[in-house]
């Protein structure tokens, strides 16, 4: 294709086929009147155009894409195979975390029962140290109470005995007269023990 | 002639001459067939170079080769056929990437045409697509897919007589072209803008009182272009979904 500007500033694109056809001196038919219609395809680029698609479709079916697909179906069976083991596997580990957790109880369970039959046996030895302590704490008791009135008892008779020695020596003073003790105990004892 | 520009006429932007057998009618081969070559032969390298790399972990090429594949796969297989549409892969796979070389041509420097905005590539892609989802039916559902398509079930009888014919000619008759038209349309419409685009750029910086108008049409064919590239994708991608939906309706036609 050329391109020539005219005087007037057209410009004017000419083709090969026109330069062709004008040094030939001879111009297509069709060319000439004009009659181009790029709907009606042309026999010999139908031939080539069927040709070459219909061995690029033989090629694709029979050459080409085989491999690829057998590739991309042993790749995907891997896969498969793969997420199928990894399945496997996560089965496996459930089953083991299953059977843990069971262990994990039972021990939990008997640790529980441990627990409890010492906290009962602690109990009941708790239970029978302070019913000892209680018993001996009771005797102590009883024995100090014992001992108390035996020195209440034997103090009360001292000042028995020294009350009744003042009152005879004093009212024998005030009469002037030795007094009986022994004769005088009784009223001594009377006035006492009121 | 427009504002002292002469625009190419439309062979002039889609018609190539032959550079191999350039007298023969049936075997002249052009810059059309040539990127059609290519569609053969870059996916092929690709795919072998891929497919002879060994290990369970795709690397480099593999793993851009195995995305596509995963592309087709989830995008376009699963969604419309379901996982039976997996031994449809290599017919799916040709389409798109066929459809996306020849596409994708259109941005590329030296080639810069796209062979699907001639007619040639997307018919000949449509009617196999059209007898593949004819035989697939066929295949699954014998002759019976033919009553199925034409008589729907849960229609009332009467509208047979409306829904018949219709359906006779949006299946069977009008899909192929509309399969191809709307492939190449696309693309021819996108190769003439960016041709308008790129004209526009080359006859204003020719004529420099107007170079300011440049500001506006160069961005705009630099942004038409990566425009394309999506464009291409997503037509090669709309033509094999497509494709792929009339073999998942032809397996079930009762959905």
Not at chain 1, 83 to 92: E, I, K, N
Not at chain 1, 112 to 125: G, Q
Not at chain 2, 229 to 237: C, E, K, Y
Request: glycine share 6%; charged share 20%.
């Amino acid at each position: 294709m050329t391109i020539q500007v005219t005087l007037d500033n057209e410009v004017v694109f000419r083709y090969a086929e026109d330069e062709h056809s004008e040094e030939d001196g001879a111009h297509s038919e069709e060319a000439d009147e004009g009659i181009v219609n790029p709907v009606i395809p042309e026999i010999n680029e139908i031939f080539w155009a069927a040709l070459f698609f219909f061995a690029l479709w033989a090629l694709m079916k029979w050459v080409l894409l085989p491999p690829l697909m057998a590739g991309r179906e042993e790749r995907a069976n891997k896969i498969r195979a793969a997420r199928d083991a990894a399945g496997s596997v996560d089965a496996d580990l459930g089953e083991a975390t299953s059977n843990y957790d069971a262990k994990i109880s039972a021990a939990r369970e008997e640790a529980n029962s441990i627990v409890a039959t010492a906290r009962e046996e602690a109990d009941a030895h708790r239970r029978e140290l302070q019913a000892a302590a209680d018993a001996e704490i009771a005797d102590l008791r009883a024995s100090a109470d014992g001992e108390l009135a035996q020195a209440r008892a034997n103090a009360l008779n001292q000042m028995r005995g020294d009350v009744g020695d003042l009152a005879v020596d004093a009212a024998g003073k005030v009469i002037g007269a030795d007094l009986d003790r022994q004769a005088q105990q009784s009223i001594i004892d009377r006035v006492l023990n009121s | 002639m427009i504002f002292g520009l002469e625009f190419p006429s439309i062979e002039n932007i889609v018609e190539w001459p032959n550079f191999l057998f350039k007298d023969s009618e049936l075997f002249g081969f052009n810059k059309i067939g040539f990127i059609h070559f290519l569609g053969l032969v870059l996916p092929a390298a690709l795919f072998f170079i891929a497919g002879r790399q060994k290990g369970l972990v795709p690397k480099g090429v593999r793993n851009f080769v195995e995305s596509i594949i995963d592309f087709i796969e989830e995008q376009i297989i699963l969604p419309t056929i379901g996982a039976e549409g997996m031994r449809y892969m290599p017919m799916l796979m040709s389409f798109f990437l066929y459809i996306f070389i020849a596409n994708i041509t259109e941005v590329i420097p030296f080639f810069q045409m796209p062979a699907t905005a001639r007619m040639a590539g997307p018919l000949v892609l449509a009617l196999v697509a059209w007898v593949a989802f004819i035989a697939v039916g066929v295949k699954h559902n014998g002759m019976g897919y033919f009553k199925s398509v034409l008589f729907p079930s849960g229609v009332p009888k009467p509208l047979y007589l409306l829904v018949t014919p219709i359906e006779l000619l949006s299946t069977f008759i009008i899909r192929p072209f509309s399969h191809a038209v709307r492939l190449f349309a696309n693309m021819l419409a996108g190769h003439i803008l960016i041709v308008t685009f790129a004209v526009l750029c080359i006859g204003l910086w020719a004529a420099k009182p107007t170079v300011i108008v440049e500001l506006l049409t160069f961005p705009g064919l630099i942004a038409f272009t990566a425009f394309e590239v999506g464009v291409s994708l997503i037509q090669a991608f709309v033509f094999t979904i497509l494709a792929a939906v009339y073999i998942g309706l032809a397996l079930h036609p009762e959905h």
